[in-house]
């Protein structure tokens, strides 16, 4: 692969999405189509330095999504949209420095394109020694796609909807937008486009029609796998592609051993990986880079992003981000675990816990009401309810050092920065302050005292009566 290189068309403003944002970055499955496009090259093979994205609308935007992906992608700025064409004219020196190669052309808004289509198609344009080879696809309703026309079995031109005749209309094979060319050839073809047509657009898809007429083998590989067609150009389209991957992760999941008992409001990010035996319950939401291990349990109810959870852990009703679960950890019903947290084994976390950058180590336990942020606790520790860190000063976070074996009354208040050592009891309603040495007790709230009879001589007959 490394001696091709690939150009994806990223200019769009996506008109028809009615979005402020760039088109290609609408998502699916809550990851960019253009992330979707890029991940599929790089999958296959194909080197980010030898990618090239042609930005247009918003560029900033587009560049900065490819950037944070990976800093060596290429990209190129297309000032007017002036056409498909014109988009890969904008990329002449990036392909005059692959000069000799074959480039891969995609276009962003489509992102069903996999690796395999671009191994296989590309097998094809090498073996036949092809000067372009188009991905094609049957599709029962053609819609606007643009038509293939074919002269035996070569492909003669393809025609944009708008420009086809009544006849061609009905032709059920359609351009997919995936191209292989041989760049030398590409680059004779761009010299040669025109905007005569409907649109006033300059068509990438006119340089069939040129190589075939100056005597260049031009080929469409039709594939089976028709998905990678679908591309979105409106907020329908986009909810068609969302359902379309949502059935296909969740097939590939079922196909792994991952248990689904209804498919009711679970959506599940293309990137996530479930191990065998997991149990996802309605309404999950799994999203970004999610890794979960063997016969978890995890929903109703419940949203992870970017969260690593290790074998047999229970989820109920949690949301986490950024953020490390181990093995045998059983955490909710309604908690929120934020960036930055890691549970390590054997914990185990009651209802409404917040946990936000902190490291909670083996078998403790934060069964309820309790907020553990910018802390790091030991193993064994156990936390009453209505247990606060006050980790900022209204200036600066500080952290909570809490050691094994400790015991956090109820209503304890730790002001962070503050250490606890191991085996240390705090007394309910303290409010700590200061550090305390391992095997003590820390009482931090005043006696308790006894007025006797206070009650009655304020109340006086009004308790004694209702005593009778
Ligand atoms: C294009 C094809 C059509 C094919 C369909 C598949 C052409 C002329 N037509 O039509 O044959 O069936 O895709 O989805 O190529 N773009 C730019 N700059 C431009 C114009 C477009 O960057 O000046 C980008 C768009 O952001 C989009 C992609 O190129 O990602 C395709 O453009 P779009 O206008 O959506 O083409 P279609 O009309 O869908
Ligand atoms: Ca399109």
Known sequence: MAENCVVILAGGKGTRMKTEHPKVLCQVLFKPMLSWVLDACATAGLPAERTCVVTGYQKEAVEALVVSKDPRYQTVFQEQRLGTGHAVMMAESFLAQNAGGNVLILYGDAPFIDPQTIRSSLAVHQQNQNAVTVVTAELKDPAYYGRIVREGDRLQEIVEYKDATEAQRQIHE??????????????????????????????????????????????????????????????????????????????????NGVEFVSLDGVLIGPDVVIGPDTCILPGTILRGKTVIGAGCTIGPDSLLEDTIV????????????????????????????????EIK?????????????????????????????????????????????????????????????????????????????????????????????DGALAIARSRQEIKEGYAYQKLGDKIRRNKK
């Open 310 to 341: 290790g074998d047999s852990t229970i989820l109920n009703s949690v949301q986490a981000y950024q953020s490390v679960i181990h093995d045998h950890v059983k955490i909710g019903p309604f908690c929120h675990i934020r960036p930055n947290s």
């Open 345 to 437: 084994s054997g914990v185990k976390i009651g209802d409404f816990v917040e946990v936000k950058n902190s490291v909670i180590d083996e078998s403790t336990a934060v069964a309820h009401l309790t907020y553990v942020g910018d802390s790091d606790v030991g193993k064994r520790v156990n936390f009453g309810c209505g247990v606060v860190t006050v980790n900022y000063d209204g200036l600066h976070k500080h952290r909570t050092q809490i050691g094994d074996d400790c015991f956090i009354g109820c209503n304890t208040n730790l002001v962070a920065p503050v250490t606890l050592g191991n085996g240390v009891y705090t007394a309910a309603g303290s409010t700590i302050t200061d550090d305390v040495p």
């Open 174 to 255: 359609v351009n997919s937008g995936i191209y292989w060319f041989r760049i030398s050839a590409l680059q004779k073809a761009l010299a040669g486009l025109n905007n005569q047509n409907t649109q006033n657009e300059y068509y990438l898809t006119d340089t069939i029609r040129i190589l075939r007429e100056s005597g260049e083998k031009t080929e469409a590989y039709r594939t089976e796998n028709s998905r990678v067609i679908l591309g979105a150009n409106s907020r329908t389209d986009l909810l068609a592609l969302n359902e379309t991957a949502k059935q296909q992760i969740i097939s590939q999941h079922l196909e």
